[in-house]
T-cell receptor, first 114, second 111 residues
Framework: AQSVTQLGSHVSVSEGALVLLRCNYS??????LFWYVQYPNQGLQLLLK??????LVKGINGFEAEFKKSETSFHLTKPSAHMSDAAEYFC????????????FGKGTKLSVIP | DADVTQTPRNRITKTGKRIMLECSQT?????MYWYRQDPGLGLRLIYY???????NKGEISDGYSVSRQAQAKFSLSLESAIPNQTALYFC??????????FGSGTRLTVV
């Protein structure tokens, strides 16, 4: 079984400030981990994914995430927030190349204050 | 054309009615999924299919059924819609190499 916990359903940051969205996972097998972004009235877009290669993963739009096995975490960061980053972000885990089903966290809505 | 197309985009239906949501894909992926999104709950898996003859229940399959008419088509049915099935529904496909591709979603309202 696998699960994802996203800490904070709503995060607000000032434009230009660091973005940190937290994700902790639980998995009985080595996990694959993902971050998706959903802009208002749109579908899900993949930001980045970890599939057991490098633990620091770089994604689109300046985002990156670090896989920390000891902490069972996969937090998403961006050094400087932009107004266009305002969206909902979902962390997800799958059981690697097995069933490859995604289990999602409940999401974190990011607001960027001008 | 989008890789994963969902129809309709929006639908309002009455309690007790049968409704079908359709999904078609041009990715050539064998694996297809239906997810439901509710505010504050994230996305939850309803059904998934690894090929035309392999269909599996997900986390929240009660009240739903699916049909995999072809590799490219995967439909979700609500046999008798109820208000708490009001949600945003996503279809997705996947392969190990390419990952997941999501459709744009179907917003369903049951009144």
């Amino acid at each position: 079984a696998q699960s994802v916990t996203q800490l904070g359903s709503h995060v607000s940051v000032s434009e230009g400030a660091l973005v940190l969205l937290r994700c902790n996972y639980s998995s009985s097998v080595p996990p694959y981990l993902f971050w998706y972004v959903q802009y208002p009235n749109q579908g899900l877009q993949l930001l980045l994914k970890y599939t057991s290669a490098a633990t620091l993963v770089k994604g689109i739009n300046g985002f990156e995430a670090e896989f920390k096995k000891s902490e069972t975490s996969f937090h998403l960061t961006k050094p400087s927030a932009h107004m266009s980053d305002a969206a909902e972000y979902f962390c997800a885990v799958s059981d690697g190349a097995g069933s490859y089903q995604l289990t999602f966290g409940k999401g974190t809505k990011l607001s960027v204050i001008p | 054309d989008a890789d994963v197309t969902q129809t309709p985009r929006n639908r309002i239906t009455k309690t007790g009615k049968r409704i079908m949501l359709e999904c078609s894909q041009t990715k050539g992926h064998d694996r297809m999924y239906w997810y439901r999104q509710d505010p504050g709950l994230g996305l939850r898996l309803i059904y998934y299919s690894f090929d035309v003859k392999d269909i599996n229940k997900g986390e929240i399959s009660d009240g739903y059924s699916v049909s995999r008419q072809a590799q490219a088509k995967f439909s979700l049915s609500l046999e008798s819609a109820i208000p708490n099935q009001t949600a945003l529904y996503f279809c997705a496909t996947s392969t190990y190499r390419e990952g997941y591709t999501f459709g744009s979603g179907t917003r369903l309202t049951v009144v």
